[in-house]
């Protein structure tokens, strides 16, 4: 702790503006930092003692007899050096363009319609010990967003040093494969286009971003491509620099866990319907969805609709090359994140996301009992409930059955069911 306050007055101390000084009506002296203005509160023979005057400004500023600077106090006070604008340059990065996001959204940024929240603006926390996910809160044009940098601080840094080394990059091409495993160089196109088109950069230039896009995060290649889709996933705005947009849809469900039973079974109900969306939603593609979490997973309270977050490891494929029969009966999906590629390059999984849920989400773990992890979201199922409909055995099935077919008449059975709880 004290490491941290000493680390944080010298941040400080190195961020405060120049002093000036004034008297009052009264003749009274006042110090004066920009748009802040300070009271003599007392004096000795080597210090001076100021307090802020403003309204909800903690500041306290020492100067020495001859109104040297000596240091700041009370650096919790709200105050504007120490909080990033959305412009701020240590904010965007802009000067690292192009190996951004993109600049669409740049002259925004430079207006009030442009506003950060939250305890992560505090530019100390803009590091991996407090702000790992490099994830900020504010607004745009009224609307609730999320601004994310898409990497963690180490990784930007990491990043940035391959940069100059040419050969780090010669791996890029695979990451676009990962997304789309089965596409043609037509289907791919439309994803680059997409997100080209919403970096605001032209020619050469927006090849940098799409190349530093896909080496540290695909979420907005994913989103530029499929935020009309009518999917339940988040609206992609654009960037500026290094900070990507995002629609905020809400509180993540993990901030549920301890809600009634009744609205945590609305909530189940409506994840399997959005998660099973991704199959079965858009007339062209289908969206694999592996990276399940409760934290991945958010309620958006204005639509009453669970939201899809975090979509960096999806994969996509294009619905046209199966046909309506092609359709994996009897495949039991191993344990992980990724599937194998030559199962769903070959075959349509029309289940996949809904066993991710009930596997995962609604089943109690075997492996581990903290709830956070992503499991044993109904827990607590008071027992009429359980006795009337079955409730437990039907999850259990849902997540162990290997049997498509099977898996897709439990996951309407759930509907009913908890359509009936609810």
């Known amino acids: ?101 993109g600049i669409s959204l740049c002259d925004l940024f430079k207006t009030k319609d442009v506003q950060l929240s939250g305890w992560e603006r505090f530019s100390f926390f803009n590091n991996d010990q407090f ?23 180490s990784e930007w840094i990491s990043f940035d040093i391959c940069r100059q080394n040419k050969s780090c990059h010669n791996h890029v091409g695979t990451s676009l494969t990962t997304l789309l495993p089965c596409s043609d160089h037509l289907f791919v196109s439309k994803f680059r286009q997409a997100f080209i088109n919403s970096t605001g950069f032209d020619g050469l230039e927006s090849e ?16 530029s491509a499929l935020s009309n889709s009518d999917l339940p996933i988040p609206f992609y705005y654009g960037a500026c620099g290094r900070v990507g947009v995002f629609s905020n849809e809400g509180s993540n469900l993990v901030s549920y866990l301890q809600y009634s039973f009744r609205f945590r079974a609305f909530l189940a109900r409506e994840l399997l319907i959005s998660m ?20 991945n997973f958010v309620y958006n309270q204005n639509e009453r609709r669970v939201k899809i977050i975090d979509l960096e490891y999806v994969n996509i494929v294009e619905r046209h090359l199966f046909s309506a029969t092609n359709v994996n009966s ?37 492996e581990t009992n903290q709830r956070e992890m992503s499991s044993d979201f109904l827990h607590s199922i008071p027992a009429s409930i359980n006795r009337r409909w079955n409730l437990t055995n039907i999850i259990s099935a849902c997540a162990q059955t290997g049997s498509t077919s099977e898996r897709l008449v439990l996951y309407e059975q759930l509907l009913k069911i908890l359509s009936q709880i609810v």
């Open 1 to 101: 702790m004290a490491e941290a306050f000493g680390t944080l007055t010298s941040e400080i101390q190195a961020k405060f503006p120049a002093i000036s000084f004034i008297n009052s009506n009264k003749r009274k002296p006042i110090l004066v930092a920009d748009d802040y203005t300070f009271k003599l509160n007392k004096a000795t023979t080597t210090t001076k003692y100021w307090i802020c005057t403003i309204t909800d400004c903690a500041a306290k500023v020492h100067t020495d007899s001859t109104n040297g600077l000596m240091k700041i106090s009370s650096f919790f006070a709200i105050n504007k050096w120490l909080i990033y604008t959305p412009f701020s340059s240590d904010f965007v990065e802009l000067e690292t363009c192009p190996a951004c996001f």
């Open 131 to 153: 702000n790992i996910k490099n994830i900020y809160y504010g607004s745009l044009k009224n609307q609730p967003v999320i601004f994310k940098k898409m990497a963690h601080h």
């Open 208 to 223: 940098i971003s799409l190349d530093t896009t896909i080496e540290i995060n695909l979420e907005p290649i994913v989103l």
């Open 276 to 295: 099973h969306q991704l199959n079965t939603r858009n007339s062209d593609m289908i969206v694999y969805y592996g990276d399940v979490n409760l934290e």
């Open 330 to 366: 009897d495949y039991k999906h191993s344990q992980g994140k990724q599937l194998n590629s030559n199962v769903y390059c070959r075959r349509y999984l029309p289940d996949y996301n809904v066993e991710q849920v009930c596997r995962y989400v609604l089943s109690p773990s075997n």
